[in-house]
Structure formats: structure tokens, C-alpha cells
């Protein structure tokens, strides 16, 4: 193997550009060159397929800095669609042009489905990511507990899971955490700890919006910002429960912090932030407002009576806010724990395309005995019988559903991937980067300046062709 392309694809996350540079100084080592894609999916889709080389002379170039959140290569949610075979020959053909062996796709679950047509006719290989931490399986045998049910629209289907362990254990599970999802926890316990004292200082209710569209594991690790309650996607809100036990939080501590994953859901399973409904073409829902919908039920259903009558404000309008952390979660410097293992995962896929696998994931593994471990899967064991690869659930072990709050177990997974997340240099990073005098006087200088004198082209660029 003596060239490879690489490309992120997805949301971004703060660990991309450490796993780019993982993949890049073990290419380095064993003599292969890199080659990095434009904007994911849409690079290799489009006719002139922008990108350059990471590593020119085998060493690593400049731009390429761990410590960077975002990513050098750009990304996208460009589809790569399996039933247009024409569109697939024409990506092969294009990565055989650039004289490249192989892809690695950095990505989360959808990348790797838009990975799988190029697999047939490519070597390819998947370096994980997400901040929603939800590439992976609970147990080896759950993508079996998928059922398909058939929708109005004809061909169209929902597909519901069916809880089959009611127990867990954490050694079993596969690809045990992704890179992006310690900082995005980072950022969300921070901003939660943030919000809390205001609302203490007001009296008021205070509903924190974090990401998550289908899976609430950011919202599991917010528990470090210690929320009074927890809301997530996999556990439907029983509204009068909730506001029974908002009314008792209020009363006893005369304010309450409520975590809510963007992708919560009602009794009926109906999304709550759904209102405004938008499907990407890969059928990602765009959530817009899961604590907004949640305010107005508050709202509603405490009335401004609950707050006049403890003479704390005059509308329960007022009395409650809502605050979307939104992208503040996926971007900045990568804490220790990301950059460590993205960087880690990198390497690991180049291993795995060097040794002539295909179509498989580097894993990260954890077990009571070893701590973390790098791995591999083959992407088929992710896949449900119709070959769909679903989003990992938050498992109902992990949460305690009466007290809206995390169980033991729940304690007990994220121990091993936040007791040392941080490192020295983070705190350092702070300490002497955020006030640092210089920036007053210089303007921001973004590295997408520098990427742009390396690239290169197949066909020639549009006129005002900038990536
Ligand atoms: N079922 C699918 N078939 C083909 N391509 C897909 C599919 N799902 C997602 N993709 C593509 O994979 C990329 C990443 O998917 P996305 O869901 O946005 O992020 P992630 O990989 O983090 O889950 C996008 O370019 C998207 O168009
Ligand atoms: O900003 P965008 O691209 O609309 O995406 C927002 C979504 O991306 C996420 O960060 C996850 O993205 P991925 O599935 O690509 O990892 C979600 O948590 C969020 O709903």
C-alpha cells in the first residue's frame, strides 16, 4: 500500500483533525502516502475532486494540528446514493485516478452506510466519530432486535427496537465510547454548571438543550454538571411525573436545572423538537426546539398561579428559560481524552487498510481488566437483517427512569472515559491561550487559508472554485 485518501464526513466534531493526524504519522511510518478530500462525500462526488496531500515526503504538514478542533479537511453531508450505481463506479473510478489503495472515512453511522456501496468496488475503512456517541452496539446481538413496520407511505418503514438484554455488561459492549464525545461532555457539563447558578440566583427553571438526535448519551454525561433532571430520546417524558417533580425541586430549592437531549420524545413517542420537520437526504431529522416545546408545556401546565403565589415572578413565562447549547458542543480544542484516542483510532485504520481489510471499523474497547483497547469489526455486525446500521441507544440500564436521573450503571460507563479526561496541558491551554494579549492585535488565522494553497485538482475548478 503506498497511497491512501482520507476524508471526515458527517457533523464535526472536535477530535476529526487528531484522528487525521494519528492516521497520518502512522502512514508516515510505514511510507504510505495520504491523501486528504475536500468536504467528505461531496469531494469525491464532485468532477474535480479537490484535495491534497497530507504528508508530502512523508511528514506531516503544518496545518495538520491535534490540538485544532474542526477539521483541515472540511466536511459534509453530501449522499452518496447505493441504488445510483453510475454515481458509485464514477467515485471508484475517481479515487483510482488519484492512484490511491484505499479510503479511510471518518465518520459516525451514516458515514459508514455511505461508505458500504464504495466497499464493493474499494478497500475501505471506518475511523469512528461522533459527539453523540452513538456508532457502536450495546451487545454483540442487538442490531437482531430491530423490527420493521410498514408506514402509509408505501416502501417507506419505521423501524422500533425491541428491548431484548435488561442487563448490561460494560465489557461487552462494542466500540465502548467515540472521539468528540468527551469534549462535547466537557462543554455541556460546564455550560450546565454555568446556567445553574443564574437560575439559582433568579428562582427560576432553567430547561438545557443538548445534542443528541437520537441517542442521549450527551445528555447522560451532562450528569457531571449535576442536572436535577435528565431528559433523554430513548425515554419518553410522562409529562405529569415531570411536572410533579419539577413543582417539589422548585419548592425545595426554589429553582430547578433540567437537561433535555434534543431528540426527546412525548408519551407517544412523538418528537418534541420536531416541529419544524426537515430531512437531510440521508433522512436525518433536524431538530429545532425539544426545550422550547418542553417551556410551553411547563408553562401551561404550571400556570403563573405556581409562581404568584410563592412571590417569585409574575408569569411562569418568565420564571422559565430554556438555553440551547447547540454548537458549542461539537467545536474548539479537543480535551485530552479525544485527542488521545482519535489520534489512536487514525492509526489504527491505516493499519487495518495496510493489512488488506475492507469494509471495517477500528473500535475502541473497554473492559475491567484492560482499561481501553484498540479493536476492529467487521461493518456487517452492525447491521440490522434489512442491512441498516441504527444509531446506538442510550440502554434502559444506564437510567433510572423514576428519579430522571442516571442508575449505577450508568455511573459506572462513563467513569472510565471522564476520571482522567482532562489532561494538564488542557488546564495549562487555558490558563495561558484564552486572555492571551496577542489575539487583541491580530485577526483570527484560519487554517482553511493555508489548505487552500495545497490543493489540488482532477478536472480543472470552476471559475470561483473555493472549497
Ligand atoms: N443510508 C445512507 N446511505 C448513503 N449515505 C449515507 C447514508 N446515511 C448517511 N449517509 C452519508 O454519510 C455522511 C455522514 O452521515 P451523517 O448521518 O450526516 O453523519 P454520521 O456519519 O456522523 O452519522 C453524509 O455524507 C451522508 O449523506
Ligand atoms: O449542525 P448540523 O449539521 O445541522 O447537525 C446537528 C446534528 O449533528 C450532531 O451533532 C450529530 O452529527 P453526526 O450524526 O453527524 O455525528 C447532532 O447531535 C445534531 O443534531
Known sequence: MKRIAILTAGGDTPALNATIYGAVERANALKIEVVGIIRGFYGVLSTHVPHLVLNPLLSTIPELDPC????????????VDPADKESVDLVASRLQRLGVDGLICIGGDGTLNGMQPLSERFPCVLAPKTIDNDLGLNYLDEPNEWTRVETETPGKF???????????????????????????VYVAAGGIER??????????????????????????GSAYGQPDIVLMPEFPIEFERLTQRVRELYDLQKHVVIVIGEGVRDADGQPLGAKKKTFDPAGNVLFSG????????????????FFTARQRHET????????????????????????????QLGGKAIELLAEGRNNCVATLQWSSEHGFQLDSIEANILRDKWQLIHARQV????????????????????????????????????????????????????VNIGIQKRLRYLEPRAPLGGQ
Open 290 to 305: 425539544a426545550a422550547e416545546h418542553l417551556k410551553d408545556m411547563l408553562d401551561e401546565s404550571m400556570g403563573n398561579e
Open 68 to 79: 485544532l478542533g474542526g477539521t483541515i479537511l472540511g466536511a459534509s453531508r453530501a449522499y
Open 395 to 446: 440502554h434502559p440500564a444506564f437510567y433510572d427512569a423514576k428519579r430522571f436521573q442516571l442508575s449505577k450503571l450508568g455511573k459506572q460507563y462513563l467513569l472510565p472515559i471522564f476520571t482522567d479526561a482532562i489532561g494538564m496541558d488542557d488546564i495549562e491551554n487555558i490558563r495561558a491561550e484564552l486572555f492571551n494579549s496577542g489575539k487583541l492585535s491580530t485577526r483570527y488565522q484560519s
Open 316 to 343: 411562569a413565562a418568565s420564571a422559565i428559560f430554556t438555553r440551547k447549547l447547540g454548537h458549542t458542543q461539537r467545536g474548539g480544542r479537543p480535551i485530552s481524552f479525544d485527542r488521545f484516542y482519535g489520534s
Open 158 to 184: 419505521r423501524y422500533e427496537k425491541k428491548q431484548g438484554h435488561p442487563d448490561l455488561n460494560l465489557d461487552e459492549m462494542i466500540n465502548y465510547v467515540t472521539p468528540g464525545y468527551a469534549t462535547a
Open 195 to 220: 446556567i445553574r447558578t443564574t437560575a439559582e440566583g433568579h428562582r427560576r427553571i432553567a430547561i438545557v438543550e443538548v445534542m443528541g438526535r437520537d441517542s442521549g448519551f450527551i445528555a447522560l
